[in-house]
């Protein structure tokens, strides 16, 4: 069972600063992209930032220049810094992991499993 569980939310004043976390658990070997979502109220829901298991990070246009996606060691953490927060950046943001291999403890057999797995997300919100 893949679990993804995001953290590092709350409030913060415009221009402030947070650092969201999401770890994944389960029987994961890898995983090829983990990706930062996030939805504000009335609107749909929009990508923020992508980060690949090779390293290489890409960000939605507002994202550019105040965000920064990364990954810990073991590619199984990620990170999601957001710096001059603006009242619009507020939302409930979403972490996803998508392509990945596990490792079933009672097979010990690798499956690849092609399919976005989303955490629960937290909320931001930024006081004008």
């Known amino acids: 069972q893949v679990q993804l569980v995001e953290s590092g939310g709350g409030l913060v004043q415009a221009g402030g600063s947070l650092r969201l976390s999401c770890k994944a658990s389960?029987?994961?070997?890898?995983?090829?992209?983990m990706s930062w979502y996030r939805q504000a109220p009335g609107k749909e829901r929009e990508l923020v930032a992508a980060?690949?298991?090779?390293?290489?990070?890409n960000y939605s246009d507002f994202a550019k220049g105040r965000f920064s996606i990364s990954r810990d060691d073991t590619g199984m953490t990620v990170f999601l810094e957001m710096n001059d927060l603006k009242p619009e950046d507020a939302g409930t943001y979403y972490c996803?992991?998508?392509?990945?291999?596990?490792?079933?403890?009672?097979?010990?057999?690798?499956?690849?499993?092609?399919?976005?797995?989303w955490g629960q997300g937290t909320q931001v919100t930024v006081s004008s």
């Open positions: 389960g029987e994961i070997v890898m995983i090829n992209v």
């Open positions: 996803t992991a998508t392509g990945l291999t596990i490792e079933p403890r009672d097979s010990q057999v690798r499956e690849f499993l092609r399919g976005q797995y």
């Open positions: 980060h690949t298991r090779i390293g290489t990070a």
